[in-house]
């Protein structure tokens, strides 16, 4: 069995774990160790199960936890060489795990997949964590599906699947136009229509499961973005992430 849960999503935070009865992977720590032990905590989810950290990439929402976590929990943080470098120094972990895009990391029982994808970072990665034949993805901050993300999107048991804005919402909000022009471009965020294209082209049968994740507070709701799913209520089971706490924990 395995459990998954967004212990935060969205732009002020990312944390996404992923674990069993004796282990667990956390993919992302952008919110404060102290956050996380206490959000595992109301979900009764142990952090001494915890066997490695992996981070996507260096924006503040996705490491500002990671150096902290790293030292308190003793365990290692995987991130490649270019988006350590490219961190904040205050953000750094202190003793990073490199790793190559396309490696894949051995932790615990895990298997770590890692892939490159489009994003405004350094060297940006999404995983897919293997346990057994099970595998879970974590598809956020995403400008648009690459071939890597449409491949390992097709052998996915569950998936942390970026909603990130509605198009409307994003052309007739506030975000400045620059803003607007980045979120919406191929190095920026995965919009509801976005991601239900890549699931309805490229999911494959195993897809049971799928938690839109990164949801925008100012260019999205959460209704909405269950809204744009419709079409595939039928086929998966589709869960909430949110900024605020950790979402319930989910069992394949």
């Known amino acids: ?79 490649t060489a270019k988006t350590w470098y490219g961190a904040y120094k205050k953000q750094r972990p202190d003793f990073p795990s490199f790793f190559q895009p396309g490696d894949v990391v051995e932790a615990g029982g895990f298997s770590v997949h890692s892939f490159l ?56 909000g506030s975000y400045p136009y620059f803003l607007k022009k980045r979120v919406a471009s191929s190095v920026g965020h995965l919009s509801n229509a976005q991601a239900l294209e890549l699931l309805q082209n490229h999911a494959g049968d195993t897809l049971k499961c799928v938690l839109l994740s990164h949801i925008s507070k100012e260019n999205n709701t959460p209704a909405t973005a269950l809204s744009a799913m419709k079409p595939l209520s039928q086929e998966y089971q589709i869960e909430l992430t949110s900024r605020f706490e950790a979402s319930q924990v989910f069992q394949l």
Request: proline fraction near 3%; charged fraction near 20%; include cysteine.
């Open 1 to 79: 069995m395995i459990e998954i849960c967004a212990i935060a999503s969205g732009s002020n935070g990312n944390c996404y774990y992923i674990g069993n009865q004796n282990e667990a992977v956390l993919i992302d720590a952008g919110i404060s160790f102290k956050q996380i032990v206490q959000r595992m905590g109301e979900r009764n989810l142990n952090p001494a199960k915890i066997k490695a950290l992996f981070i996507t990439h260096e924006h503040s929402d996705h490491i500002s936890g990671a150096r902290v976590l790293g030292k308190r929990l003793r365990v290692p943080v995987y991130l």
């Open 117 to 172: 994808k489009n994003h405004d970072a350094s060297e940006p990665c999404s995983f897919r964590v293997q346990h057994g034949e099970k595998s879970v993805g974590v598809f956020t901050d995403i400008g648009e599906p690459c071939e890597n993300v449409k491949s390992q999107v097709g052998q996915c048991h569950a998936l942390f699947l970026e909603t990130n804005y509605d198009e409307r919402m994003l052309w007739e």
